[in-house]
C-alpha cells in the first residue's frame, strides 16, 4: 500500500545519518577538495544537519501521515542540496564527479519521493 513510500523514507534516513556521522567523526567533508580546519568545522555542522534530517525521515517514515509539514521539509532538502552541489561544482569547490554523482542521486530522490508520494483520495459528492 504506502511501503514503497516508506522505503523511500528509509532510504533517505539511512544514507543521511550514514553522511552525517562519516562527516561529524572524521572531521572531513565528503565532497568538498580542500579541508582546512575552518572546513572541517563547516563539515561537522553540516553533518550535524544530515544526522538531524536523517532522524526527520526516520520519525516520517514511522508514521507518515502524522506529520505532512514534515514530509514537505523532507522533500525541499534533497532538492536544495542538489542545487548548491551544482553549484558547488561550477565554483569548482568540489570535485566534479563525486559533486554531480551525489546531485544526481538527490535528483533522482526527489523525483522518486513525487512519484511514490501517497495521494489522497477524495470521494466525489453525491
Not at 7 to 23: F, H, Q, R, T, Y
Not at 32 to 38: L, Q
Not at 52 to 70: F, M, N, V
Not at 87 to 98: D, F, K, L, N, T
Given at each position: ?107 533522482a530522490y526527489c523525483l522518486l519521493y513525487f512519484r511514490t508520494y501517497p495521494r489522497v483520495r477524495t470521494n466525489p459528492a453525491s
Amino acid at each position: 500500500m504506502k511501503s514503497p513510500f516508506r522505503a523511500l523514507l528509509v532510504l533517505g534516513a539511512a544514507v543521511s545519518i550514514a553522511i552525517g556521522v562519516w562527516a561529524v567523526v572524521s572531521g572531513e567533508s565528503v565532497l568538498i577538495k580542500h579541508v582546512g580546519a575552518d572546513m572541517a568545522a563547516i563539515a561537522r555542522m553540516y553533518g550535524a544537519v544530515m544526522v538531524a534530517i536523517g532522524i526527520g525521515y526516520a520519525i516520517a517514515a514511522a508514521q507518515p501521515h502524522s506529520g505532512r509539514g514534515l514530509l514537505v521539509v523532507l522533500f525541499a532538502s534533497p532538492a536544495i542540496s542538489a542545487v548548491v552541489v551544482v553549484a558547488s561544482v561550477a565554483r569548482s569547490e568540489i570535485p566534479a564527479g563525486r559533486g554531480l554523482a551525489f546531485a544526481i542521486y538527490q535528483f533522482a530522490y526527489c523525483l522518486l519521493y513525487f512519484r511514490t508520494y501517497p495521494r489522497v483520495r477524495t470521494n466525489p459528492a453525491s
